[in-house]
């Protein structure tokens, strides 16, 4: 009988082609790659890329394409980047030549209106009364009517119309200001000569400040003595006395003190360019070095009643605020001398005296200024 032949048994795959047929086999071999791949990477990569391989990648690593990142692993910032891959920086500096030069700032023409007084017209236009002053050939006494019409600067400074004989040099040094500045705002070329009755700005320029002394006052004779009468009956009457003369006026110190005593509410800041003191109303308040009174009356800016000093070093103080006034325009007062009290006139909220120093036009902290 014959028999039959058994068939050989066909060969079997792989495991993993084994595995891959079951129907969680794929989920097995996938999540075992992915183990093997974050074990290479943790390792550092495969191996440190050759010179060919930083040949032909050449470029910065943050460009570099994410599988050729995730191959090198940490190893990655050791690809030097080539200059010739590199996009060029773009430049934002403009050449002089070719940048567009700002036409310079015009001088404005204010025709002053009822009330006004160049204190107020400095502050609306953010230059400051000596900006104003300096700029129209005013003094500190001199006052603005209305009609007058005045010259504005652009920028705290001067304005100054060219004269004959004026150099760039003459005119930095008469104003304190540098050239450069002159010419830089002014649009001028250097080397270029001024023209004459051309009006230039001179920014941060200043004068010394100077007050018109007063007019001399003629002196008082004494009275005549009366004739001796002819029987002493009665004792003769003695001459009168002259007047006595207007004291001299003092001159600052320049150790400025403090105007009142009370609490400070509100610092110096940039858009608070003084310091309040609050005290109970009627609170004395005095100048706090010596000079003259320049200004004393009713502000419109929302200062109320103010008094300015000029101390004729440069230096002004100005006392806002006030309930009443103990001195007037034109007087000579001592440092430390009562000149107003303590009130809440114009925009204030309760008594206190809001107090500004000013240096040539500028504010200045009065905190660093006041012993």
Do not use: C
């Amino acid at each position: 009988m014959a028999t039959r032949p058994v068939p050989a048994a066909e060969p079997h795959g792989t495991i993993a082609e084994f595995l891959g047929g079951l129907p969680s086999g794929r989920l097995i071999v996938h999540g075992f790659l992915a183990l093997v791949i974050l074990g290479v990477i943790s390792a550092g990569g495969f191996r440190r890329p050759t010179d060919s391989l930083e040949g032909l990648i050449g470029t910065d690593p943050a460009n570099l394409p994410m599988q050729t990142r995730l191959l090198l692993g940490p190893r990655v910032s050791l690809i030097e980047a080539r200059d010739s891959l590199l996009r060029p920086t773009l430049s934002t500096t403009l050449n002089a030549s070719s940048a567009p030069v700002a036409p310079p700032a015009e001088i404005l023409t204010y025709t002053v209106q009822a009330n006004d007084t160049a204190w107020d017209i400095g502050a609306r236009f953010n230059v400051g009364m000596y900006s104003i002053l300096w700029s129209n050939g005013l003094d500190e006494e001199d006052v603005v009517r209305p009609g007058q019409e005045l010259r504005i600067p652009p920028v705290p400074g001067v304005a100054h119309q060219v004269r004959a004989n004026d150099t760039l040099d003459t005119i930095a040094q008469r104003y304190r200001a540098e050239p450069a500045s002159i010419v830089d705002f002014n649009g001028l070329k250097p080397g270029e000569p001024l023209v004459i009755d051309k009006w230039i700005i001179i920014p941060g320029g200043e004068l010394p400040i100077s007050v018109r002394p007063d007019p001399p006052r003629a002196p008082t004779s004494p009275a005549r003595p009366a004739a001796a009468p002819a029987r002493p009956a009665a004792p003769a009457p003695q001459p009168a006395k002259p007047a006595p003369a207007p004291s001299p006026p003092q001159i600052a110190t320049g150790r400025l003190q403090w105007p009142t005593r009370g609490s400070i509410t509100t610092y110096y800041s940039g858009w608070h360019p003084g310091i309040d003191i609050a005290a109970p109303f009627g609170t004395p308040i005095g100048a706090s070095d010596a000079g003259r009174i320049v200004y004393a009356g009713w502000d419109r800016q929302g200062y109320g009643n103010r008094i300015i000093v000029n101390h004729g070093n440069g230096i002004t103080t100005t006392y806002n605020h006030l309930s009443a006034f103990l001195a007037q325009v034109g007087q000579y007062v001592a440092k430390g001398q009562v000149i107003a009290r303590m009130g809440s006139t114009g925009n204030s909220t309760g008594p206190h005296l809001h107090f500004e120093i000013l240096r040539n036009g500028s504010y200045m902290n009065p905190l660093g200024a006041l012993n």
